[in-house]
């Protein structure tokens, strides 16, 4: 059964958050077939008002901790055709603007940053409280192109389908 991509960017040390239920997961086609994988070192910060209201949110992902399951295509990804990690050690997420669509939920515009190119991008965040905790909630696509991630791969597919999950303490 195929795992849902949980983003941008669960990050990779939590001040205020549980990091085993934390996570930021990808899935792109690659042959015809899907290929997941997910990050295991990230950070995601979310500020909050004093009513719960979203105000800002940020996140960084370290490109190394990559893990689609495979070892030897986890050291490709990291070469200068793919993500470059040497020289690009960091994906990076800043909020730029917030819309409350209805009560916990959002439409975030975004920097994204990924191997030195920056795109603007509007994201979906769904927030509810659970056991204490802020969940925060985001499923989106980048085009990998837009960041010149894999070349000009054929056989790959351009459409990465990403999941995030985060908890911070309220």
Same mark, same amino acid.
């Given at each position: 059964m195929q795992r849902l991509l949980i983003l941008f960017i669960s990050l990779f040390c939590f001040e205020n958050a549980n990091a085993q239920d934390s996570s930021i997961d990808f899935i792109i086609k690659n042959l015809g077939v899907n290929v997941d994988g997910h990050f295991n070192e990230f950070v995601i910060t979310a500020d909050f008002d004093s009513d719960g209201k979203l105000n800002d949110i940020a996140g960084?992902?370290?490109?190394?901790?990559? &893990?689609t399951g495979i070892d030897s295509r986890d050291e490709h990804i990291l070469e200068e055709d793919y993500f470059n990690a040497k020289k690009h050690r960091k994906i990076t997420l800043k909020s730029t603007a917030i819309?409350?669509?209805?009560?916990?939920s959002y439409e975030v515009t975004a920097h994204l940053t990924i191997k030195g190119k920056t795109k603007k991008i509007t994201?979906?965040?769904a927030i509810e409280k659970?056991?204490?905790?802020?969940?925060?909630?985001?499923?989106? &696509?980048?085009n990998?192109?837009?960041f010149d991630i894999g070349g000009g791969s054929f056989i790959?597919?351009?459409t990465v389908k990403i999941s995030v999950t985060h908890?911070?303490?309220i």
């Open positions: 960084t992902i370290d490109v190394s901790s990559i &893990e819309k409350i669509l209805k009560v916990g994201i979906p965040i659970v056991d204490g905790k802020y969940k925060i909630t985001s499923y989106f &696509e980048i990998r192109k837009d790959m597919g351009k908890y911070q303490d």
